[in-house]
């Protein structure tokens, strides 16, 4: 009884080894997945290694007999199903079905059944599933596992006659249900040190941006405002409306390299001077009215729909309602043909959400990933200082700024703040230093 059981534990690790295996690889290809190798074609390849797990543990099973095949193809059917999606989970099973019927034997009905079981479950469970903390994940997908575990065994020893005894089904499940936790665990290992390179990266250009604009701009902004200066003044001397004319589109265009220096200077310090209270509402308000002219020159229709009663944060005014600004006039400068512009604005719990929409031509996942990268841009006379200040901003805030979007349907723009609860004295306090001014 001994030398069985050993020999049934050493075929569940080598099964176990087949399934981590080729789930180490994709560490591999998903560090490539934003590089220029592979770019393209790296998501599927990242579903591709569990599916030829699904594989090698059929190949290699812990116990074969002419009727049935013990394995732990679960493992990495779950796993690709749950990251991967509905079309994944089919595909899986496709791949399952279609190679345990080649194997032939009674197995491939209970095969059919409760992997078909299976995928249906994973298709309503995967979207949630990526939400969740790594604790309900491992509970989740463990308890997945265990369901269809037992209920398998169950049906397998009631309507066949499998030959494997009841420590050797109880030895199979334990092992999978921790097969599918550690394999999560790795999984979310990957994911995790994949996240901080993005952060290093990410963090180490906008560094290096930083220290170019602080060091740059200030030495460029003083002659910029004596030339300013000394133009105003020969311009006050001057009677030809040519030369006037010359000398005023020079003045305009001081004045958009001056606006130029202050994004980089917001950039590279775009921690407040101040602290206003801001409530959130009246500044979105005041935003859209600011932007509607343009709107309406580029045929771009706002909805709004915002609803934040006496939320305020503290920051300096004039930087966030620039960060809204930045990306209302991208939006509508992303719709050359016209469309619709959505502003959506709501509370939950301590953070408030701030979403802007578009229908415009959107973008590619690579100019995506390249949002906020020091000069990038998608238009034609863009710096690609807008978002670099934006990101500044909203980082400063210890905001999140998120973007979805898909060529030829639209970009949305999605702001998380943390706020503070509106009390009477902010707000009393407000009206007092307006009527103070007045």
């Not at 393209?40 to 095949?69: H, Q, V």
């Not at 004045?255 to 980089?264: L, P, S």
């Not at 580029?298 to 930087?319: A, F, G, R």
């Amino acid at each position: 009884m001994v030398k069985p059981l050993l020999l049934t534990a050493k075929s569940v690790l080598l099964n176990l080894l087949v399934v981590f295996a080729p789930l180490s690889i994709i560490q591999i290809f998903y560090l490539l997945q934003h590089t220029n190798f592979l770019k393209r074609s790296s998501k599927w390849i990242l579903t591709i290694f569990p599916g030829i797990s699904i594989i090698f543990c059929m190949m290699y099973p812990i116990i074969f007999n002419d009727e049935f095949i013990l394995d732990l193809r679960r493992i990495p059917f779950i796993l690709g199903g749950l990251y991967g999606g509905h079309w994944v989970a089919f595909g899986y099973l496709i791949v399952t079905l279609g190679f345990r019927y080649s194997l032939g034997g009674s197995g491939f009905i209970p095969t059919l059944i409760f992997f078909g079981g299976i995928a249906i479950i994973i298709s309503f469970l995967s979207p949630k599933f990526k939400k969740l903390s790594l604790k309900h994940k491992l509970l989740l997908a463990a308890l997945i596992d265990s369901v269809v575990g037992w209920a398998s065994t169950g049906f397998s020893l009631a309507f066949f006659d499998t030959g494997i005894s009841t420590e050797v089904w109880f030895m199979f499940n334990i092992a999978s249900v921790l097969g599918i936790v550690i394999a999560i665990l790795v999984y979310e290992v990957f994911i995790k040190q994949f996240n901080l390179l993005n952060s290093v990266m990410e963090g180490q250009k906008l560094k290096v941006a930083s220290h170019l604009a602080a060091s740059i701009s200030h030495e460029v902004r003083n002659p910029l405002t004596v030339s300013r200066g000394f133009l105003q003044l020969i311009d006050s001397d001057v009677d030809d409306k040519k030369t006037k004319g010359y000398m005023d589109l020079a003045i305009k265009e001081i004045d958009r390299a001056t606006d130029i220096i202050n994004d980089y200077l917001t950039f590279a310090k775009p921690y407040p001077e101040k602290f206003d209270v801001i409530e959130i509402e009246r500044e979105l308000e005041s935003s859209l009215n600011v932007i509607h002219p343009l709107a309406t020159m580029n045929d771009v229709t706002i909805n709004t729909h915002v609803d934040l009663p006496s939320t305020i944060i503290e920051y300096e005014k004039k930087k966030f309602q620039q960060c809204i600004m930045n990306i209302l006039k991208n939006s509508i400068e992303a719709m050359p043909g016209g469309g619709t512009l959505t502003v959506i604005a709501s509370k939950k719990g301590r953070e408030v959400i701030i979403s802007i929409s578009d229908t415009g031509i959107g973008m590619t996942k690579e100019q995506l990933s390249r949002i906020g990268e020091p000069f990038f841009t998608t238009k034609e006379k863009g710096t690609g200082l807008g978002m670099m200040v934006t990101h500044s901003i909203i980082s400063a805030m210890e905001g999140h700024l998120r973007f979805e979007s898909k060529v030829g349907k639209g970009t949305t723009v999605t702001i998380s703040l943390h706020v503070k609860e509106a009390s009477s004295n902010h707000l009393v306090r407000e009206e007092e230093t307006k009527a103070d001014i007045s």
